[in-house]
């Protein structure tokens, strides 16, 4: 190749989570000898918590578009809209890879003005599904009208990623693109840090704890994450505590919540955590009880660190635990049998141990950021000439 090839990437804000650290890999990860990559992005909110500061330590081109956020606002969408035109024009990308709903839709929207007012422009679009927000998040009418949208902004996209399985087969039978245009790449994740951490099944001290990490939001259902913690405190007492790592709109709420129901000296809300080591070398189970997930991050990170899980079957969840090897897996708003589940982790150290081993393997082998990187590369590489990557 004579030139670089040239990236721009675009996500709506690099607030803690997978989307942001998949983005954040991806642009430092991809051969430097062949790849250049320039982020786009939005502000995160307040209570979201920013990893900008990695992209900038790792000395990652990054433009930032204020008006490129998370909530919907008719005045900024124009504004990011007009500003990412600018941002093409003045980049001239081979590829504009874009990364969740806002993003997707601003980004891939200006990318095919832009190739309607350049004729001569070859620029290859992609999109990333970290999961959806077609059911889960928005009333009936308004998932009506953005899978609508999704469906037609598929028509201008090359290739369309998703993170898992799971997801790229609800992405088919939501009719967004049909299976031949979707690709499951799942996520590559840096994990050294947590297959470091040392585990002997359950905790041998006489308190245990049980975690739930994530944005507090209501698709994350942490409500019922506390509904949880009264049955497990009326049924094991003093011998259980709670964290709640993260930050969101309900965080006030769901202390309250946590106050009516008596559990408030139990149940620990840390916010954000920047280096989730120590949580996880605590945590005896992490917990997700999400309506609606792509893949869950913190579950694979758990998994790396050797702990259990217990979580909603929802999503792309089914593709990090395994039901019954690495952890359970319950249907959501099923706050006995998620109660069952724990039960059986925290009173056998063996099974703790078993289930957490196989985890720890099944991660180590699929989640890793050098798979990632090489299954990028060569579908960049596919698409734009026909070949393979270099690695």
């Known amino acids: ?26 642009s430092e990860g991809l051969d430097k000898n062949y790849f250049e990559t320039v982020i786009l992005a939005g502000l995160p909110e307040n209570d979201e918590g920013d990893m900008s500061y990695l992209a900038k330590e ?13 909530r919907l606002n008719f005045g900024n969408d124009l504004v990011a809209f007009w500003k990412i035109f600018r941002c093409i024009d003045r980049e001239n990308p081979d590829i504009i890879h874009t990364h969740t709903a806002k993003a997707g839709a601003l980004g891939r929207s200006a990318a095919v003005v832009y190739k309607c007012l350049h004729h001569k422009a070859k620029i290859k679009l992609f999109h990333t599904f970290h999961g959806h927000v077609l059911h889960g998040y928005f009333n009936k009418a308004e998932s009506r009208v953005f899978l609508w949208i999704e469906r ?48 002997n099944g359950v905790a041998k001290r006489d308190e245990k704890t049980i975690a739930i990490i994530g944005r507090l939001v209501p698709v994350k259902n942490h409500r019922m994450f506390l509904d949880v913690a009264k ?24 202390k309250s919540y946590a106050s009516i129901l008596e559990i408030s000296n139990d149940v620990f809300f840390t ?42 079957n929802v999503g792309g969840v089914a593709d990090v635990v395994t039901n019954g090897k690495s952890g359970f897996l319950v249907e959501p708003q099923d706050i006995e049998s998620f109660v069952a589940s724990l039960q059986k982790l925290l009173y056998n150290s ?13 991660v180590r082998a699929k989640f890793s950021k ?16 026909g070949e393979k990557s270099s690695r």
């Not at 790792?58 to 998370?70: D, F, K």
């Not at 992490?286 to 792509?294: D, M, P, Q, R």
């Not at 913190?298 to 998994?303: F, K, Q, R, S």
């Not at 060569?378 to 698409?383: A, D, G, K, M, S």
């Open 1 to 26: 190749m004579a030139k670089k090839i040239k990236v721009l990437r675009i996500i709506a804000r690099l607030n803690i989570g997978g989307p942001a650290i998949h983005t954040i890999l991806l």
């Open 152 to 199: 037609l902004l598929a028509k201008f996209t090359l290739r369309i990623i998703a993170v898992s399985e799971s997801v790229k087969i609800e992405l088919v039978k939501l009719r967004v693109a049909g299976p031949e245009k979707i690709i499951n790449i799942p996520l590559g994740l840096e994990l050294d840090n947590y297959f470091k951490i040392r585990r």
């Open 350 to 362: 063996n099974l703790s141990r078993s289930m957490g081993e196989y985890g720890r393997e099944t």
């Open 58 to 70: 790792r000395g990652l081109g990054l433009v930032i578009i204020p008006e490129l956020g998370r």
């Open 231 to 254: 049955r497990i405190k009326e049924l094991l007492g003093g011998k259980v505590k709670f964290m709640i790592v993260g930050d969101g709109p309900l965080a006030h709420s769901l």
């Open 370 to 385: 050098e798979r990632l990187f090489k299954e990028m590369e060569e579908l960049y590489c596919r698409e734009l000439f």
């Open 271 to 312: 916010g954000w955590v920047n280096d989730l080591t120590a949580v996880y070398a605590q945590a005896d189970v992490v917990t997700l009880t999400s309506l609606n997930e792509g893949t869950p991050v913190a579950l694979i990170e758990a998994h790396a660190a050797g702990c259990p899980c217990v979580a909603t």
